[in-house]
């Protein structure tokens, strides 16, 4: 029935019930305490009256407050979440009529505007297909034509971090590691025989020739620099004597020229969520005692500008010299035949402490996982001084704390797909994860959180679901 009345005739009517309560209260207690007064004398049946009226009003107030905040303060924040999902992520969700019943014409007229916003969304992408496909094809001819020049080609800013690389470029940096778009490229060339060579660009002298090696094993590099506009950095010319990459292979073209632009030596808290370069992982493990498993697998992606970056990625088993229990094997379906040959922990992990390097670690319930790369970085003596961000707080900033943040529901919120069958296995939940960040860090900004700093002061706010990383 209430349903039929309108939102300002509810709101009316609450307060008119509340007052009508209160009123009864106030005359039941008097009532019962001016029966006791025969017994405790007028002073004594006032003070009665005064703490039973005390905790009648406690009932009353607490009462309604329940009800405003279930059917008028939690709805208004889901239909405002869904809101800023759709308009910020791109996420088609809807707005439950039933949740929105006792808002008037509010969910309805929510429902609507949505709908009107899909359906100009569908008219935009129409408009704009044809002119996005065309530069696509453009994109990927332009990769495959570097691709084939007989050389490995890498652009790096003025501040030497990588903003471009090819396929063949990609195959060279991986027999150091595994390629970063805005890493440093001392990372995998000797910071001392590399950085000589850039200083000796100049306006007339725009070519060097230099002998490097890597900063892994015992590899060595004919590179040629060359000196670009002070905007652009250098180029990076490799012989392609140095690339194994199989002819049959895919040869991206990975590049992010926003990099020219990013102040390197701003401080994390003052950064912008789109200046940073963020490691996304998960650990698949025997079982859930930190101090008493171990780690089985390790998957991660990198995330930069906003999107994930193809091809930078972990997807490592791991030895956890142990037997696997069953139980947990159902989990994750990894058996002790297939980690025989794997790395130990220590290696993987060190792996992964150098591909997270520079950038901010985001993890699902951060927490967990980070305690099993603690305990092995402590045997290693690796330190972790990355800022961390978890998804569960970063949930709870946009959707509520008293929403469910288990990583499934994120990823139905978000309109994610986990495929089941990379569901519980590492590299398939970092990559949901990942797809999850990608989709918040919009919203978040559109919140008004549009530093690091502004990010974390918030989370912090939710403390009571997860400890804070940082």
């Known amino acids: ?52 009226l005390f905790f009648l009003s406690l009932a009353i107030f607490t009462g309604c407050w329940f009800l405003f905040d279930t059917n008028v303060a939690k709805p208004v924040e889901r239909i405002a979440a869904a809101m800023r999902t759709r308009a910020h992520a791109g996420v088609e969700v809807s ?27 569908e008219d935009a992408e129409g408009i704009v297909a044809e002119e996005t496909a065309r530069l696509a094809a453009e994109r990927a001819h332009l990769a495959l034509l570097l691709t084939e020049i007989p050389v490995a080609i890498v652009l790096v800013s003025p ?65 040629r620099l060359k000196k670009l506009s002070e905007a652009s950095g250098f180029m990076i010319l490799i012989d392609s004597t140095n690339a194994r990459i199989a002819p049959e292979a895919a040869r991206p073209l990975i590049y992010d020229f926003d990099l020219t632009e990013r102040d390197t030596e701003k401080a994390i808290e003052n950064c912008s969520l789109s200046e ?18 171990d780690i089985v697998q390790i998957g991660a992606v990198r995330v930069v500008n906003g999107r994930m970056v193809p091809g930078e990625r972990i997807d490592q088993l791991v030895n956890p010299g142990r037997p696997i229990p069953p139980a947990s094997s159902k989990v994750h379906g990894i058996s ?9 922990p220590l290696e993987a992990v060190a792996d992964f402490h150098e591909f997270a390097r520079e950038s901010v670690i985001v993890a699902h319930n951060a927490p967990f996982d980070l305690a099993f790369l603690q305990k092995y970085g402590k045997v290693a003596g690796l330190e972790w001084p990355h800022p961390i961000l978890d998804t569960v707080l970063l949930s709870a900033v946009v959707f509520g704390s008293n929403e469910v943040h288990t990583l499934d529901a994120l990823c139905e919120r978000l309109c994610i797909d986990i495929r089941p069958e990379v569901r519980h296995t ?35 706010k939710h403390g009571r679901l997860l400890k804070d990383m940082n």
């Open 336 to 344: 002790d035949t297939m980690v025989a040959d794997a790395p130990q």
């Open 276 to 293: 940073l370069s963020f490691t996304v992982f998960d650990t698949e493990t025997t079982g859930l005692m930190p101090n008493k498993d």
């Open 95 to 121: 707005v439950d009529q039933n949740e929105a019943r006792y808002l008037g014409d509010l969910g309805p007229a929510v429902a609507a505007v949505t709908g009107e916003l899909s359906k100009a969304s």
């Open 426 to 460: 590492a590299l398939g939940d970092a990559e949901a994860t990942a797809e999850a960040l990608c989709k918040l860090l919009p919203i978040l900004t559109s919140k008004g959180f549009e530093t690091f700093g502004d990010v974390i002061q918030e989370t912090r």
């Open 159 to 223: 501040t030497h971090q990588i903003m471009l690389y090819d396929g063949q470029a990609a195959d060279v940096l991986k027999q150091v590691h595994v390629p970063r778009l805005s890493s440093s490229i001392y990372d995998y060339f000797a910071e001392s025989e590399l950085r000589p060579g850039f200083e000796q660009l100049t306006e007339a002298r725009r070519e060097v020739d230099v002998e490097v090696h890597g900063t892994k094993g015992n590899l060595s590099f004919q590179l």
């Open 1 to 52: 029935m209430l349903t039929s009345l309108s939102l300002r005739l509810r709101v009316f009517l609450m307060f008119l019930g509340m007052t009508a309560a209160v009123w009864v209260a106030i005359g039941l207690a008097l009532y019962i305490g001016l029966g006791r007064a025969a017994e405790t004398g007028v002073a004594g049946a006032f003070t009665f009256s005064g703490i039973l």
